[in-house]
């Protein structure tokens, strides 16, 4: 039976941190899935097709072509898992704020589902980047080229931010 893991997130936007995580996970799995999920307790700063279509182009520009990336509307993250076969969640943990906020959602997904989630720790490199502070940084007008991948830069150059 072949292995599959899933990178669930916001991304929003996806951030070098993120690509890190989502590339080492690709070498864990015979099939490793992106999925894009609404959060709502995050005010959204791009849709959700555009998060998915940035995932897709900072993936490619890294040579990274056999990553499934998606999004799911449709109900608990679990419930996407169990649609495509997949038993394990992989999350980047950066600190013990990270611990706290992922802890409950791994115990929760193990419950519901038997989902695993495992936790990979980030490259020191990007150990302090988060999507928050790239929308925050970027609303003020300054540079975000330190933290996230070119597809995001270009795009936000080009098409400013959503009110
Ligand atoms: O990048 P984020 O915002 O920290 O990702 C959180 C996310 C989207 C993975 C989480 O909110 C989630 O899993 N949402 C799907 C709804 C769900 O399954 N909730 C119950 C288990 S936590």
């Given at each position: 039976m072949s292995s599959i893991g899933v990178v669930p997130g916001s991304f929003?936007?996806?951030?070098?941190?993120?690509?890190?995580?989502?590339?080492?996970?690709?070498?864990?799995?015979?099939?490793?899935?992106?999925?894009?999920?609404?959060?709502?307790?995050?005010r959204a700063?791009?849709?959700?097709?555009?998060?998915?279509?940035?995932?897709e182009k900072a993936l490619?520009?890294?040579?990274?072509?056999?990553v499934h990336v998606t999004s799911w509307s449709m109900g608990l993250l679990v419930d996407y898992c169990q649609e495509v076969g997949?038993?394990?969640?992989?999350?980047?943990l950066r600190s013990g704020s990270?611990?706290?906020y992922e802890t409950p959602m791994a115990i929760v997904n193990r419950k519901l589902a038997n989902i695993e989630t495992v936790f990979l720790m980030p490259d020191p490199a990007h150990g302090h980047v988060s999507s928050s502070l790239v929308r925050q940084v970027a609303?003020?007008?300054?540079d975000i080229?330190?933290?996230?991948?070119?597809?995001?830069?270009?795009?936000?150059?080009?098409n400013g931010l959503p009110d």
């Open positions: 929003d936007p996806v951030t070098l941190g993120h690509l890190d995580v989502i590339t080492r996970a690709r070498g864990l799995f015979d099939e490793l899935h992106v999925v894009v999920v609404h959060n709502p307790d995050k700063m791009l849709p959700i097709a555009q998060r998915v279509s940035l995932i490619a520009d890294a040579g990274v072509t056999d997949a038993s394990v969640l992989v999350k980047g990270d611990v706290s609303g003020l007008g300054g080229s330190p933290y996230v991948p070119s597809a995001v830069k270009e795009f936000i150059d080009a």
